[in-house]
Protein backbone atom coordinates (compact mmCIF):
# COMPACT_ATOMS: atom_id res chain seq x y z
CA UNK A 1 0.00 0.00 0.00
CA UNK A 2 3.10 2.53 0.38
CA UNK A 3 4.08 2.13 -3.18
CA UNK A 4 1.10 4.67 -4.20
CA UNK A 5 0.51 7.90 -3.06
CA UNK A 6 -3.01 8.04 -2.90
CA UNK A 7 -3.29 8.48 1.00
CA UNK A 8 -7.19 7.22 0.72
CA UNK A 9 -5.90 3.81 -0.37
CA UNK A 10 -5.23 2.86 3.32
CA UNK A 11 -8.59 3.28 4.04
CA UNK A 12 -9.66 0.60 1.05
CA UNK A 13 -10.17 -2.64 3.02
CA UNK A 14 -12.23 -1.53 5.53
CA UNK A 15 -14.17 0.75 3.67
CA UNK A 16 -14.71 -2.25 1.23
CA UNK A 17 -15.80 -4.17 4.30
CA UNK A 18 -18.42 -1.42 4.56
CA UNK A 19 -19.65 -1.49 0.99
CA UNK A 20 -20.03 -5.12 0.93
CA UNK A 21 -22.30 -4.99 4.22
CA UNK A 22 -24.72 -2.54 2.78
CA UNK A 23 -24.67 -3.91 -0.67
CA UNK A 24 -24.33 -7.72 0.05
CA UNK A 25 -22.51 -7.71 -3.05
CA UNK A 26 -18.74 -8.19 -3.08
CA UNK A 27 -18.65 -7.20 -6.92
CA UNK A 28 -20.67 -4.06 -6.77
CA UNK A 29 -19.02 -3.32 -3.53
CA UNK A 30 -15.41 -3.19 -5.76
CA UNK A 31 -17.58 -0.90 -8.41
CA UNK A 32 -18.33 1.27 -5.75
CA UNK A 33 -15.05 1.74 -3.85
CA UNK A 34 -13.22 2.04 -7.62
CA UNK A 35 -15.65 4.82 -8.19
CA UNK A 36 -15.05 6.58 -4.68
CA UNK A 37 -11.30 5.77 -5.22
CA UNK A 38 -11.17 7.47 -9.16
CA UNK A 39 -12.94 10.53 -7.19
CA UNK A 40 -10.34 10.88 -4.71
CA UNK A 41 -8.14 11.36 -8.20
CA UNK A 42 -10.35 13.58 -10.19
CA UNK A 43 -11.56 16.33 -7.04
CA UNK A 44 -10.17 19.31 -6.69
CA UNK A 45 -11.61 20.05 -3.76
CA UNK A 46 -10.46 17.73 -1.09
CA UNK A 47 -10.16 18.08 1.96
CA UNK A 48 -6.28 18.28 4.28
CA UNK A 49 -5.86 16.96 7.08
CA UNK A 50 -5.97 13.28 7.05
CA UNK A 51 -9.34 12.79 9.75
CA UNK A 52 -10.75 14.94 7.38
CA UNK A 53 -10.16 12.96 4.24
CA UNK A 54 -11.00 9.45 6.10
CA UNK A 55 -14.24 11.13 6.97
CA UNK A 56 -14.99 12.35 3.55
CA UNK A 57 -13.90 8.96 1.68
CA UNK A 58 -16.45 7.21 3.88
CA UNK A 59 -19.41 9.63 3.29
CA UNK A 60 -18.37 9.30 -0.24
CA UNK A 61 -18.20 5.37 -0.46
CA UNK A 62 -21.70 5.30 1.92
CA UNK A 63 -23.66 7.75 -0.53
CA UNK A 64 -21.85 5.69 -3.42
CA UNK A 65 -24.10 2.24 -2.02
CA UNK A 66 -26.84 4.22 -1.17
CA UNK A 67 -27.07 5.13 -5.04
CA UNK A 68 -26.35 1.81 -6.03
CA UNK A 69 -28.92 0.42 -4.49
CA UNK A 70 -31.30 3.22 -5.72
CA UNK A 71 -30.57 2.62 -8.87
CA UNK A 72 -30.97 -1.30 -7.91
CA UNK A 73 -34.21 -0.33 -6.98
CA UNK A 74 -33.89 -2.76 -4.19
CA UNK A 75 -33.70 0.39 -1.22
CA UNK A 76 -35.79 -1.31 1.04
CA UNK A 77 -35.83 -5.17 -0.18
CA UNK A 78 -33.24 -6.35 2.47
CA UNK A 79 -34.19 -10.09 2.21
CA UNK A 80 -32.69 -9.38 -1.10
CA UNK A 81 -29.34 -8.15 0.31
CA UNK A 82 -29.18 -10.35 2.97
CA UNK A 83 -29.52 -13.11 0.81
CA UNK A 84 -26.78 -12.10 -1.04
CA UNK A 85 -24.40 -10.83 1.63
CA UNK A 86 -24.95 -14.86 3.05
CA UNK A 87 -23.22 -17.26 1.46
CA UNK A 88 -23.32 -17.59 -2.20
CA UNK A 89 -20.80 -14.64 -2.89
CA UNK A 90 -18.21 -16.21 -0.40
CA UNK A 91 -16.00 -18.10 -2.32
CA UNK A 92 -13.26 -17.64 0.37
CA UNK A 93 -15.94 -18.95 3.38
CA UNK A 94 -15.21 -22.65 3.26
CA UNK A 95 -11.30 -21.75 4.73
CA UNK A 96 -13.50 -19.32 7.66
CA UNK A 97 -13.25 -20.76 10.94
CA UNK A 98 -16.87 -22.05 12.18
CA UNK A 99 -16.76 -18.91 14.76
CA UNK A 100 -16.39 -16.52 11.73
CA UNK A 101 -19.43 -18.15 9.55
CA UNK A 102 -21.61 -18.04 12.62
CA UNK A 103 -20.21 -14.21 13.18
CA UNK A 104 -21.53 -13.58 9.23
CA UNK A 105 -24.78 -15.21 10.04
CA UNK A 106 -25.25 -13.39 13.25
CA UNK A 107 -24.50 -10.24 11.76
CA UNK A 108 -27.40 -10.44 8.48
CA UNK A 109 -29.76 -10.80 11.17
CA UNK A 110 -29.35 -7.11 12.42
CA UNK A 111 -30.34 -4.17 10.35
CA UNK A 112 -28.44 -2.74 7.85
CA UNK A 113 -28.14 0.42 10.12
CA UNK A 114 -26.87 -1.84 12.97
CA UNK A 115 -24.80 -3.24 10.46
CA UNK A 116 -23.11 -0.32 9.17
CA UNK A 117 -22.41 1.08 12.46
CA UNK A 118 -20.58 -1.72 13.69
CA UNK A 119 -18.23 -1.87 10.62
CA UNK A 120 -17.91 1.28 10.85
CA UNK A 121 -16.26 1.05 14.21
CA UNK A 122 -15.06 -2.51 15.13
CA UNK A 123 -13.53 -2.64 11.35
CA UNK A 124 -12.51 0.63 10.81
CA UNK A 125 -11.46 2.01 14.47
CA UNK A 126 -13.37 5.36 13.59
CA UNK A 127 -14.26 7.64 16.53
CA UNK A 128 -17.70 8.36 17.62
CA UNK A 129 -16.99 11.92 16.49
CA UNK A 130 -15.98 10.34 12.45
CA UNK A 131 -18.72 8.11 12.82
CA UNK A 132 -21.16 10.89 14.25
CA UNK A 133 -20.03 13.06 10.94
CA UNK A 134 -20.58 10.08 8.60
CA UNK A 135 -23.87 8.75 9.46
CA UNK A 136 -25.13 12.54 10.26
CA UNK A 137 -26.37 11.42 13.45
CA UNK A 138 -25.17 13.20 17.26
CA UNK A 139 -22.17 11.11 19.47
CA UNK A 140 -25.02 10.12 22.26
CA UNK A 141 -26.73 8.76 19.09
CA UNK A 142 -24.26 6.64 17.85
CA UNK A 143 -22.86 5.63 21.64
CA UNK A 144 -26.56 4.07 22.20
CA UNK A 145 -26.87 2.91 18.48
CA UNK A 146 -23.36 0.85 18.41
CA UNK A 147 -24.33 -0.43 21.65
CA UNK A 148 -27.49 -1.82 21.05
CA UNK A 149 -26.16 -2.98 17.67
CA UNK A 150 -23.51 -4.71 19.55
CA UNK A 151 -26.50 -6.41 22.05
CA UNK A 152 -28.21 -7.52 18.80
CA UNK A 153 -25.13 -9.37 17.44
CA UNK A 154 -24.35 -10.54 20.90
CA UNK A 155 -27.77 -12.42 21.23
CA UNK A 156 -28.23 -13.72 17.72
CA UNK A 157 -24.59 -15.13 18.27
CA UNK A 158 -25.86 -16.81 21.13
CA UNK A 159 -29.29 -17.76 19.32
CA UNK A 160 -26.65 -19.63 16.49
CA UNK A 161 -24.41 -21.56 19.49
CA UNK A 162 -27.27 -22.66 20.74
CA UNK A 163 -29.04 -23.95 17.61
CA UNK A 164 -26.02 -25.58 16.81
CA UNK A 165 -23.70 -26.77 19.63
CA UNK A 166 -22.06 -29.69 18.47
CA UNK A 167 -20.88 -28.85 14.81
CA UNK A 168 -18.12 -27.27 15.85
CA UNK A 169 -16.34 -29.46 17.93
CA UNK A 170 -16.87 -31.84 14.77
CA UNK A 171 -15.54 -29.67 12.52
CA UNK A 172 -12.52 -28.75 14.08
CA UNK A 173 -12.12 -31.85 14.99
CA UNK A 174 -12.41 -33.66 11.67
CA UNK A 175 -9.89 -30.27 9.96
CA UNK A 176 -6.81 -31.22 11.73
CA UNK A 177 -6.34 -34.37 12.75
CA UNK A 178 -2.79 -33.94 13.57
CA UNK A 179 -4.07 -31.81 16.48
CA UNK A 180 -2.19 -29.38 16.55
CA UNK A 181 -5.06 -26.72 16.40
CA UNK A 182 -4.87 -23.93 19.11
CA UNK B 1 -31.53 -6.68 43.94
CA UNK B 2 -30.35 -3.14 44.20
CA UNK B 3 -27.09 -4.38 42.51
CA UNK B 4 -29.24 -4.39 39.44
CA UNK B 5 -29.73 -0.64 38.82
CA UNK B 6 -25.94 0.63 38.84
CA UNK B 7 -25.55 -2.45 36.56
CA UNK B 8 -27.84 -1.89 33.70
CA UNK B 9 -26.85 1.95 33.66
CA UNK B 10 -22.77 0.55 33.62
CA UNK B 11 -24.00 -1.29 30.64
CA UNK B 12 -25.55 0.88 28.84
CA UNK B 13 -22.29 2.59 28.78
CA UNK B 14 -19.85 -0.99 28.24
CA UNK B 15 -19.67 -0.46 24.38
CA UNK B 16 -18.41 2.93 25.05
CA UNK B 17 -16.22 1.99 27.53
CA UNK B 18 -14.62 -0.41 25.54
CA UNK B 19 -14.31 1.94 22.90
CA UNK B 20 -12.64 4.67 25.39
CA UNK B 21 -15.39 7.51 24.55
CA UNK B 22 -16.10 8.35 28.17
CA UNK B 23 -14.98 11.01 29.94
CA UNK B 24 -12.05 9.87 31.86
CA UNK B 25 -14.15 10.47 34.98
CA UNK B 26 -17.07 8.23 33.43
CA UNK B 27 -14.02 5.90 32.57
CA UNK B 28 -12.56 5.74 35.73
CA UNK B 29 -16.31 5.35 37.51
CA UNK B 30 -17.01 2.23 35.43
CA UNK B 31 -13.92 0.50 35.74
CA UNK B 32 -14.24 0.52 39.58
CA UNK B 33 -17.80 -0.53 39.10
CA UNK B 34 -16.66 -3.72 36.61
CA UNK B 35 -13.43 -4.62 38.96
CA UNK B 36 -16.09 -5.48 41.58
CA UNK B 37 -18.64 -6.93 39.68
CA UNK B 38 -18.44 -10.59 37.66
CA UNK B 39 -21.53 -9.98 35.53
CA UNK B 40 -20.23 -6.85 33.99
CA UNK B 41 -16.75 -8.07 33.83
CA UNK B 42 -18.36 -11.20 31.52
CA UNK B 43 -20.41 -8.96 29.64
CA UNK B 44 -17.28 -7.06 28.96
CA UNK B 45 -14.84 -9.92 27.79
CA UNK B 46 -17.63 -10.99 25.47
CA UNK B 47 -18.21 -7.24 23.56
CA UNK B 48 -13.97 -7.58 23.35
CA UNK B 49 -13.79 -10.73 21.86
CA UNK B 50 -17.01 -9.98 19.67
CA UNK B 51 -15.28 -6.85 18.47
CA UNK B 52 -12.13 -8.56 17.12
CA UNK B 53 -14.30 -11.33 16.28
CA UNK B 54 -16.03 -9.00 13.67
CA UNK B 55 -12.81 -7.18 12.35
CA UNK B 56 -11.37 -10.35 11.86
CA UNK B 57 -14.39 -11.80 10.02
CA UNK B 58 -15.08 -9.01 8.14
CA UNK B 59 -11.47 -8.49 6.87
CA UNK B 60 -10.83 -11.94 6.12
CA UNK B 61 -10.26 -12.22 2.13
CA UNK B 62 -9.86 -8.38 1.82
CA UNK B 63 -6.30 -8.22 1.51
CA UNK B 64 -5.56 -10.42 -1.48
CA UNK B 65 -8.92 -8.81 -3.72
CA UNK B 66 -7.54 -5.61 -2.20
CA UNK B 67 -4.09 -5.69 -4.10
CA UNK B 68 -5.87 -6.72 -7.11
CA UNK B 69 -8.46 -4.16 -7.15
CA UNK B 70 -5.94 -1.37 -6.69
CA UNK B 71 -3.85 -2.62 -9.73
CA UNK B 72 -7.04 -2.53 -11.27
CA UNK B 73 -7.92 1.20 -10.16
CA UNK B 74 -4.48 2.18 -11.48
CA UNK B 75 -4.39 0.69 -15.25
CA UNK B 76 -8.32 2.31 -15.06
CA UNK B 77 -6.83 5.86 -15.18
CA UNK B 78 -5.08 5.91 -18.67
CA UNK B 79 -8.21 3.92 -19.29
CA UNK B 80 -10.73 6.61 -18.71
CA UNK B 81 -8.27 9.29 -20.49
CA UNK B 82 -8.12 7.36 -23.26
CA UNK B 83 -12.22 6.77 -23.60
CA UNK B 84 -12.42 10.33 -22.82
CA UNK B 85 -10.28 11.31 -25.60
CA UNK B 86 -12.15 8.78 -27.94
CA UNK B 87 -15.57 10.66 -27.27
CA UNK B 88 -14.14 13.98 -28.01
CA UNK B 89 -12.75 12.98 -30.90
CA UNK B 90 -15.83 11.24 -32.07
CA UNK B 91 -17.97 14.33 -31.06
CA UNK B 92 -15.33 16.66 -32.75
CA UNK B 93 -15.67 14.00 -36.05
CA UNK B 94 -19.65 14.46 -35.49
CA UNK B 95 -19.47 18.55 -35.95
CA UNK B 96 -17.40 18.74 -38.65
CA UNK B 97 -19.70 15.92 -40.83
CA UNK B 98 -22.60 16.90 -39.98
CA UNK B 99 -21.68 20.95 -40.40
CA UNK B 100 -20.55 19.97 -43.89
CA UNK B 101 -23.50 18.50 -44.96
CA UNK B 102 -26.33 21.43 -43.40
CA UNK B 103 -23.81 23.39 -45.19
CA UNK B 104 -24.29 21.77 -48.48
CA UNK B 105 -27.62 21.23 -48.28
CA UNK B 106 -28.85 24.77 -47.12
CA UNK B 107 -26.68 26.57 -50.16
CA UNK B 108 -27.93 23.78 -52.50
CA UNK B 109 -31.40 24.24 -51.32
CA UNK B 110 -31.44 28.10 -51.35
CA UNK B 111 -30.19 27.76 -55.03
CA UNK B 112 -32.96 25.92 -55.90
CA UNK B 113 -35.05 28.27 -58.14
CA UNK B 114 -37.10 25.09 -59.05
CA UNK B 115 -38.99 25.32 -55.60
CA UNK B 116 -41.40 28.37 -54.67
CA UNK B 117 -38.84 30.15 -51.69
CA UNK B 118 -41.53 29.88 -48.81
CA UNK B 119 -41.23 25.86 -49.48
CA UNK B 120 -37.43 26.00 -49.20
CA UNK B 121 -37.61 28.68 -45.82
CA UNK B 122 -40.46 25.96 -44.77
CA UNK B 123 -37.69 22.68 -45.14
CA UNK B 124 -35.09 25.27 -43.88
CA UNK B 125 -37.00 25.84 -40.86
CA UNK B 126 -37.90 22.02 -40.24
CA UNK B 127 -34.48 21.11 -40.30
CA UNK B 128 -33.06 23.98 -38.05
CA UNK B 129 -36.01 23.37 -35.31
CA UNK B 130 -35.28 19.54 -34.97
CA UNK B 131 -31.42 20.31 -33.87
CA UNK B 132 -32.38 23.26 -31.35
CA UNK B 133 -35.14 20.40 -29.79
CA UNK B 134 -31.91 17.97 -30.15
CA UNK B 135 -29.07 20.57 -28.41
CA UNK B 136 -32.36 21.14 -25.74
CA UNK B 137 -32.22 17.42 -24.70
CA UNK B 138 -28.26 17.44 -24.51
CA UNK B 139 -27.84 20.32 -23.01
CA UNK B 140 -30.43 18.84 -20.22
CA UNK B 141 -29.18 15.46 -19.61
CA UNK B 142 -25.40 17.42 -19.22
CA UNK B 143 -26.95 19.38 -16.63
CA UNK B 144 -28.41 16.38 -14.97
CA UNK B 145 -25.69 14.66 -15.05
CA UNK B 146 -23.34 17.19 -13.80
CA UNK B 147 -25.49 17.49 -11.00
CA UNK B 148 -25.69 14.40 -9.99
CA UNK B 149 -21.88 13.88 -9.97
CA UNK B 150 -22.16 16.86 -7.52
CA UNK B 151 -24.29 15.58 -4.92
CA UNK B 152 -22.61 12.63 -4.81
CA UNK B 153 -19.51 13.83 -4.18
CA UNK B 154 -20.87 16.49 -1.41
CA UNK B 155 -23.62 15.21 0.37
ZN1 LIG C 1 -22.21 -4.79 37.23
Known amino acids: MQTTE ?3 LQWYPGALALARNLLGCHASAEDVLQTSIS ?3 GSSALPIDEAAQRVWFFKVVRNGCFDYLRDQKRFNADADIEEAVGFSDTPDLVDASQRQQWVR ?3 LTLSSEQREIIVLRDVNDLSYADIAHILQLNSGTVMSRLHRARM ?4 ALLMLEKSHPVSTQATSATSSPG ?3 E | MNNLNPCESVQEKLSAYLDNELTQQEQQRMHVHIKNCPECTALLS ?3 ALQSDVKGTLLEGIESMDSRSLQAIMQDKPARWLSAFGWGLLIIGALLLGGFFVWQFTTELLADNSV ?3 VRFGILGFYCGLFLLFLGVLRQRL ?3 KTDKYKKVNI
Open chain 2, 143 to 145: VAR
Open chain 1, 105 to 107: AAL
Open chain 1, 179 to 181: GTH
Open chain 2, 46 to 48: ELT
Open chain 2, 116 to 118: PWW
Open chain 1, 6 to 8: NPY
Open chain 1, 152 to 155: ALRQ
Open chain 1, 39 to 41: KTL
